[in-house]
């Protein structure tokens, strides 16, 4: 159940890791509020035009631009292509994210790097790239996707954590210093949320996860997205620099 | 209107001064007070006046009016 903000029709915004995931389920919750949706995507030109097609059919428009995270000089350029000759970007949630789980003894130097840079660094390169346009928009909203686990810290997810809780520190920096421009930025931190990253896991693990959730079964996509189209909407205008957890109760 | 006067008047405008206590010598952050994010916002609205380009690290070179009066003289020719 997702709530209509009247005031996210024909907003544009930026969604990164649209393809699947919270992320798909953020971007056709938007494109059902009528809001523009910007998505970017590696190489894949027909899965962009089936999600371009599938964001239009659920009641949005859509543009694909294809660019990595992690590349700042195609990024910059598609961003600045589309600000310049299509309209300025109002809203931003950045949500592509890795995840690679291995003990600390294992975790090798490269895959900490990219880890860092796509969850931490990717995001804060989009943003920047944004900044410029920020100021020219108006009420500007950005979202970042921590995790809980950002928050608690998890075995076996050391860089994955430190990405997520270094996202928290970054999104509150950008919080005071575009405030004054009325430019807000906040955060969530989702729990086990159901997709293809915890459809991986077994039968029993997802048992015992469940157990430790007071509300004893994980979240679905689109409730991650019905918070995102509330903080990206005037209807959360007071709000800016704030955490939310998404978790089910687990972190309390 | 002289390039000069145009800079005066969007400073006034953008800054809520009086364009009377504007002058060439008028210093952004020691006389107007602006800080770093409100002269990146003045360097934008320049730029779509004038046409020009100001690229971020040349914002720092300039402190005054008359220094963006001159950056703006030399990059229209």
């Known amino acids: ?252 | 209107m002289e390039l000069q006067e145009k800079v005066i008047k969007l400073v006034a405008e953008a800054t809520k001064m009086d364009a009377a206590n504007i002058s060439l010598n008028t210093s952004f952050v020691d006389d107007l007070n602006l800080d770093s994010l409100d002269m990146v916002e003045l360097m934008m609205k320049m730029e779509d006046t004038f046409g020009v380009e100001i690229p971020e690290d040349e914002t720092e070179n300039l402190k005054s009016i008359g220094d963006v009066v001159t950056y703006i003289k030399t990059k229209s020719h």
């Open chain 1, 1 to 252: 159940m997702i709530a209509t903000y009247s005031d996210l029709k024909d907003k544009v915004i930026l969604v990164t890791g649209a393809a699947r995931g919270i992320g798909k389920s953020i971007a056709l919750a938007l494109a059902a509020q009528g809001a523009h949706v910007v998505f970017n995507y590696r190489g894949d030109e027909a899965k962009a035009a089936a999600l371009k097609e599938e964001l239009e059919q659920a009641g949005g428009k859509a543009t694909g631009l294809k660019f990595d995270v992690t590349d700042y000089e195609a990024m910059t350029k598609a961003l600045d292509e589309f600000t310049k000759n299509v309209a300025p970007i109002s809203g931003l949630v950045n949500n592509a994210g890795i995840s690679k789980d291995t003990l600390l003894l294992r975790l090798k130097p490269e895959e900490i790097s990219s880890i860092i840079d796509t969850n931490l660094k990717g995001s804060m390169m989009v943003t920047q790239a944004l900044s410029r346009n920020f100021l020219r928009a108006e009420n500007v909203s950005i979202v970042n996707m921590s995790s809980i686990v950002g928050l608690m810290g998890n075995a076996s997810q050391a860089a994955y954590a430190a990405s997520k809780a270094g996202l928290i520190g970054f999104s509150k920096s950008v919080a005071k210093e575009l405030a004054s421009r009325n430019v807000r930025c906040n955060v969530i931190c989702p729990g086990f949320i159901q997709t293809e990253m915890t459809d991986a896991l077994n039968e029993k693990a997802k048992e015992e996860y469940s157990k430790q959730i007071p509300l004893a079964r994980f979240g679905s996509t689109e409730e991650v997205a019905s918070l995102t189209c509330f903080l990206l909407s005037k209807a959360s205008g007071y709000m800016t620099g704030e955490v939310i957890k998404m978790d089910g109760g687990l972190y309390i």
